[in-house]
């Protein structure tokens, strides 16, 4: 191979014509050059050699195809700045569960229509591509709770909080789904009584986030063995865990939505990119006030915008942005949690992963997620917290963070009805060993407050202003085009993982916002 350095301005075209060789095989063997026509002074460009050209030989060479543009990271971004410079149709804070459901289902919806324009901002940076444990080096439960407990990685906003000391929060494209247990019930329908709506107006959307998360339960020989125990030892309903599968190769995470919506259509994704004020005129969303990494403010233009920032980030953002609600900030929820274990007889130590659920019945206001394998059963059992006003979330204005935005504190107690579940939940526990034949469970101390990440309803749903944050559809009470479609958003979460009825209602949102649209 001859070499060549290329003089100032030469570009490839120039440089075929002065050695007389082929641009096509020249572009070939050169493919890190841009275009044809790109200026290369002092590069040193690759030549045929003199014998491969010769005007008897019968073999072309075919330029490679090349991209026209550059990508820098897995997932197009852009800047702030640019963002700037137009008016987006829909604007989307947050890149949890809510967040990007709702960013693919418009975006799947809005394929059917030319010409609206969906911005995304993330506070956070790009963590990981994936679940945590879906890379290779973290896919020990255990080695990826280390992971994932690293202040570099996620942030303990509950040192700060004396009564929801366990609280936690993950600033990053993907937010908590990119560690979360995969758990995905449905919420029963019996605890819809205090909705805006029933079950069957969110049970299509059920079925839809169950399809694109592949909800499906894992059998085995030792969960048949064990189901049939529970069934006959008084829990009737016991089946499967329903868990978030994914695409088959890598567990669920938002990133699989975010990615399913480049497919499907366009919008523009900003990262440590910071929402710190809604604007708003005249009871009607006019945008946003954003920070960039260097805080640098930028005004970003919308003509609706759904905050999606979790059950912490969303209030502290409206309350410091001026928006009206008694609701906003209160009814804050979660669920008691007992975690222990539990072991087998040693004749089961070869019968595959332990994977069930017993249910919340109205009966029962407590769910069972049993886990583990071999000869040892792990009890997570969540219990049913009741949804108060008293409980709630407001801003420090005595602290402020390095962007300026007071810090949020937090007034919570479980009620003596939330205490009177978990004594009922300590009892079944000792009936659900028995009946699976299991040694006396460990231990049957509770979490503090915090630590189940179960957390929801500080902007829930509701008919009535004085008691809910947003309308039915997720709207702000009172300021059109402003929505939320996080865990907030939920009136209450029974004793069930919320996520998937988190995602079956940003789904529903987003198919209000696009009629609103068209």
Same mark, same amino acid.
């Given at each position: 191979m001859?070499?060549?350095?290329?003089?100032?301005?030469?570009? %490839?075209?120039?440089?075929?014509g002065?050695?007389?060789?082929?641009?096509?095989?020249?572009?070939?063997?050169?493919? %890190?050059?841009?275009?044809p026509?790109?200026?290369?002074?002092?590069?040193?460009?690759?030549?045929?050699?003199?014998? @491969?050209?010769?005007?008897?030989?019968?073999?072309?060479?075919?330029?490679?195809?090349?991209?026209?543009?550059?990508?820098?990271?897995?997932?197009?971004?852009?800047?702030?700045?640019q963002?700037?410079?137009?008016?987006?149709?829909?604007?989307?804070?947050?890149?949890?569960a809510?967040?990007?459901?709702?960013?693919?289902?418009?975006?799947?919806?809005?394929?059917?229509?030319?010409?609206?324009?969906?911005?995304?901002?993330?506070?956070?940076?790009?963590?990981?591509?994936?679940?945590?444990?879906? &890379?290779?080096?973290?896919?020990?439960?255990?080695?990826?709770?280390?992971?994932f407990?690293?202040? =570099?990685?996620?942030?303990?906003?509950?040192?700060?909080?004396?009564?929801?000391?366990?609280?936690? &929060?993950?600033?990053?494209?993907?937010?908590?789904?990119?560690?979360?247990?995969?758990?995905?019930?449905r919420?029963?329908?019996?605890?819809?009584?205090?909705?805006?709506?029933?079950?069957? $107006?969110?049970?299509?959307?059920?079925? %839809?986030? /169950?399809?694109?998360?592949?909800?499906?339960?894992?059998?085995?020989?030792?969960?048949?063995?064990?189901?049939?125990?529970?069934?006959?030892?008084?829990?009737?309903?016991?089946?499967?865990?329903?868990?978030?599968?994914?695409?088959?190769?890598?567990?669920?995470?938002?990133?699989?939505?975010?990615?399913?919506?480049?497919?499907?259509?366009?919008? /523009?994704?900003?990262?440590? *990119?910071?929402?710190?004020?809604?604007?708003?005129?005249?009871?009607?969303?006019?945008? &946003?006030?954003?920070?960039?990494?260097?805080?640098?403010?930028?005004?970003?233009? *919308?003509?609706?915008?759904?905050?999606?920032?979790?059950?912490?980030? =969303?209030?502290?953002?409206?309350?410091?942005? !001026?928006?009206?609600?008694?609701?906003?900030?209160?009814?804050?929820?979660?669920?008691?949690?007992?975690?222990?274990?539990?072991?087998?007889?040693?004749?089961?130590?070869? /019968?595959?992963?332990? @994977?069930?659920?017993?249910?919340?019945?109205?009966?029962?206001?407590?769910?069972?997620? %049993?886990?583990?394998?071999?000869?040892?059963?792990a009890? !997570?059992?969540?219990?049913?917290?009741?949804?108060?006003?008293?409980?709630?979330?407001?801003?420090?204005?005595?602290?402020?963070?390095?962007?300026?935005?007071?810090?949020?504190?937090?007034?919570?107690?479980? @009620?003596?009805?939330?205490?009177?579940?978990?004594?009922?939940?300590?009892?079944?526990?000792?009936?659900?060993?028995?009946?699976?034949?299991?040694?006396?469970?460990?231990?049957?101390?509770?979490?503090?407050?915090?630590?189940?990440?179960? $957390?929801?309803?500080?902007?829930?749903?509701?008919?009535?202003?004085?008691?809910?944050?947003t309308?039915?559809?997720?709207?702000?009470?009172?300021?059109?085009?402003?929505?939320? *479609?996080?865990?907030?958003?939920?009136?209450?979460?029974?004793?069930?993982?919320?996520?998937?009825?988190?995602?079956?209602?940003?789904?529903?949102?987003?198919?209000?916002i696009?009629?609103?649209? &068209?």
């Open positions: 001859r070499r060549y350095v290329a003089g100032t301005g030469e570009t %490839l075209r120039m440089i075929a002065l050695c007389k060789v082929s641009l096509t095989e020249l572009v070939s063997i050169n493919p %890190l050059v841009e275009s026509d790109t200026k290369l002074g002092g590069i040193i460009v690759n030549l045929p050699p003199k014998t @491969s050209m010769s005007g008897s030989s019968d073999i072309t060479f075919c330029p490679p195809v090349l991209p026209q543009g550059r990508q820098e990271q897995w997932v197009p971004l852009t800047p702030l700045s963002m700037e410079q137009v008016e987006y149709d829909v604007l989307i804070i947050g890149t949890g809510g967040g990007s459901a709702l960013l693919w289902r418009l975006c799947e919806q809005l394929g059917k229509i030319s010409g609206k324009r969906i911005g995304v901002i993330e506070r956070g940076r790009l963590l990981l591509p994936t679940h945590a444990v879906n &890379v290779r080096t973290l896919w020990d439960w255990n080695r990826m709770l280390e992971y407990l690293s202040p =570099t990685v996620s942030t303990p906003i509950g040192i700060r909080m004396p009564e929801y000391p366990g609280a936690r &929060v993950v600033y990053a494209l993907g937010g908590r789904t990119l560690f979360w247990g995969f758990t995905s019930p919420l029963p329908p019996f605890e819809f009584a205090n909705w805006p709506f029933d079950y069957k $107006e969110l049970e299509p959307y059920y079925n %839809l986030a /169950e399809q694109m998360m592949n909800v499906a339960g894992i059998d085995t020989p030792i969960n048949q063995l064990l189901l049939r125990r529970l069934w006959a030892g008084g829990f009737p309903e016991s089946r499967l865990l329903p868990n978030a599968m994914g695409d088959g190769d890598n567990l669920f995470s938002a990133i699989n939505f975010i990615g399913d919506a480049l497919r499907l259509g366009s919008f /523009e994704l900003a990262v440590q *990119a910071r929402a710190i004020r809604i604007l708003h005129e005249e009871g009607k969303v006019a945008g &946003v006030l954003a920070i960039s990494r260097d805080r640098q403010s930028y005004t970003l233009k *919308a003509k609706k915008v759904v905050v999606a920032a979790s059950t912490f980030e =969303t209030p502290r953002l409206l309350l410091s942005s !001026d928006i009206p609600g008694r609701a906003i900030g209160h009814y804050l929820t979660n669920h008691t949690y007992l975690s222990t274990h539990s072991s087998l007889p040693p004749q089961h130590s070869a /019968e595959g992963g332990i @994977s069930l659920i017993i249910p919340q019945t109205e009966g029962r206001p407590y769910q069972f997620k %049993l886990g583990a394998g071999g000869t040892s059963v009890f !997570d059992v969540s219990g049913r917290v009741q949804s108060r006003y008293e409980n709630f979330l407001y801003l420090n204005h005595n602290q402020k963070d390095a962007d300026g935005v007071p810090e949020i504190q937090v007034n919570f107690a479980y @009620s003596e009805a939330d205490f009177a579940v978990v004594r009922q939940m300590k009892r079944a526990l000792l009936q659900a060993a028995e009946a699976m034949k299991a040694s006396v469970p460990d231990s049957d101390c509770i979490w503090p407050p915090g630590y189940d990440f179960h $957390e929801a309803g500080t902007c829930r749903m509701g008919d009535d202003s004085a008691t809910s944050a309308n039915r559809y997720g709207q702000i009470h009172g300021i059109s085009g402003l929505y939320v *479609a996080d865990n907030s958003v939920l009136p209450s979460t029974g004793a069930v993982n919320p996520t998937l009825t988190t995602v079956a209602n940003a789904f529903r949102t987003a198919d209000y696009y009629r609103t649209l &068209v």
